[in-house]
């Protein structure tokens, strides 16, 4: 018992010590369309700098679900969903990325596919409005700045620290 026990704890701390990036200057590259290199920690922090898909950054650290990262001589931090420390990373020109939600998760395990959302248009047709809502609020492009300015009139953003 206590055997298997052992070997589960070392095959759980291997795998988690093979999911990020060992040593400083590592590469990480890009997978999301957009996203920003940013000064703090934070979702809406302010960005340094702009990044695209395929871009490589250069590891500095692991802070939680933070990358510390550099994009030429500019330092700051990306979120560990926005970027692979696979050099060989699938690009697609729409964003990949190598974790997923829940939700996502889910409904890939209920077999959720283009096929079966066809399969559910062509039985729902008077859902069709609705799912062409949802493709526009998809595909809108929000400007930081508004977006900040909507969160900061809600109340919902972090005092700058």
Known sequence: MRSTRAAGIFAL?????ASAPQ?????????RKTTKLRAQK???APAVADLKEGDQLEFVAKE???YSAKL???AGFVHESDVSKNKDVRLSGQGVRETYSTSETSAA?????????KSYRAGNPNLEQAFALVDKLQARDVPEAELRAFLAAGKLLREER
Not at 23 to 31: A, F, Q, S
Not at 109 to 117: A, D, H, I, S
């Open 13 to 17: 701390l291997f795998l988690l010590s």
């Open 42 to 44: 934070r979702s809406f």
């Open 109 to 117: 395990r209920k077999g959720f596919n283009p096929q079966v959302e």
């Open 23 to 31: 040593n400083p200057g590592d590469p990480l590259i890009v997978t």
């Open 64 to 66: 939680g679900a933070w």
């Open 72 to 74: 030429a001589k500019v």
